[in-house]
């Protein structure tokens, strides 16, 4: 296990001294998967869908801030949406404007959160995103989680459903279709409420003193999720395949130690507890101390044979620094 820390340890260092570089290419990588990920699942204007397009928005957005793909996204999405119908255009555009004016205008760092919980649900990990967010955020990241997974659906529903979208009788009669299947998808508020618990429980457990608190909170959100989708499914009649969720929901407890690992990392073994008073209060507190490993440098001996002229003898010197 000390190799996993000092692992980790050596990751931090290199990210303090090039993490500028690191984040634009992060920034690159993760805008290009998002508009890439669009293409592939509402693809229907053909230009907007070449993978030029793609990389060139990805570049572009690299030099701007992380809210930035999501603006890009976003109007990438109304387009795709005008293959389909102008008036369903018009209500993504609409609900995406609402998003941006009443939250991401507030909190533009959470765009991060709303783009994520699409590509998770691509990857048949969504568990993954609203543990996480409990564990490093807090009870507000519910908003750009829900926003993310209204945007799933929206495009699911366009993916898999064009058809019978396409066949309704005017402009407005598949706006109407669209919004139906939409928002009153059982489904989709099921996963809501599961997610909205999630992120209270794991928050409010990993806030406790005891000890493992971060490890319960984990199991504690993969578990809420896996019985609030099975009890809905069963109380609203929806069909869900439980072995992807169950598979997904082990995957995502995996990547949430991960991050656990890298945020925060203790002793258990070595907790003290501490007791001190003011004029008004007495105090008792409970310290853990972070786990820190030390990374391991290797020193670099260097030999030189020096052979005297004149006696002709041998001498070895050895020289740490590698200097004669």
């Given amino acids: 296990m000390s190799k996993v820390f000092e692992f980790r340890e ?6 303090g001294l090039y993490s500028k570089y690191i984040d634009k290419g992060f920034q690159f990588v993760f805008g290009l998967a998002v508009f890439m990920i669009l293409n592939d699942e509402i693809g229907f204007v053909e230009l907007a869908a070449r993978p030029l397009v793609a990389l060139v928005l990805a570049v572009v957005c690299t030099f701007l801030p992380m809210s930035a793909i999501a ?3 976003g109007l990438m999405m109304v387009v795709q949406m005008m293959g389909v119908s102008i008036g369903i255009a018009m209500v993504v555009a609409a609900i995406l404007v609402v998003m941006t004016a009443f939250y991401l205008r507030f909190s533009p760092k959470t765009s991060l959160v709303i783009l994520l919980v699409p590509i998770a649900f691509i990857l048949k990990i969504p568990y993954a995103v609203p543990i996480v967010c409990g564990l490093v955020g807090s009870p507000a990241y ?7 997974t209204l945007i799933y659906y929206m495009m699911n529903y366009i993916a898999a459903g064009i058809t019978v979208v396409k066949g309704a009788d005017g402009m407005l009669g598949q706006v109407t279709v669209f919004m139906e299947k939409v928002f009153q998808d059982r489904g989709m508020w099921i996963v809501a409420a599961a997610f909205t618990l999630c992120i209270l429980l794991v928050y409010t457990v990993r806030k406790q003193a005891f000890d493992h608190a971060w490890e319960t909170a984990i199991v504690s959100g993969a578990i809420i999720n896996i019985i609030v989708i099975v009890v809905g499914d069963i109380a609203f009649d929806v069909t869900t395949s439980y072995f992807p969720m169950v598979a997904g929901s082990i995957v995502s407890v995996l990547l949430a130690l991960i991050i656990q690992l890298f945020v925060f990392s203790v002793d258990y073994s070595r907790s003290e507890y501490l007791q001190f008073e003011d004029d008004e209060y007495c105090y008792y507190v409970k310290a853990v101390p972070k786990i820190s490993v030390p990374v391991s440098r290797k020193t670099v001996k260097k030999i030189n044979v020096r052979q005297d002229d004149e006696t002709g003898e041998v001498e070895i010197v050895r020289d740490e620094k590698g200097e004669k």
């Fill in 10 to 15: 050596y990751l931090k260092r290199v990210y």
């Fill in 71 to 73: 603006v890009a996204a």
């Fill in 142 to 148: 519910i908003v750009p989680i829900l926003c993310g």
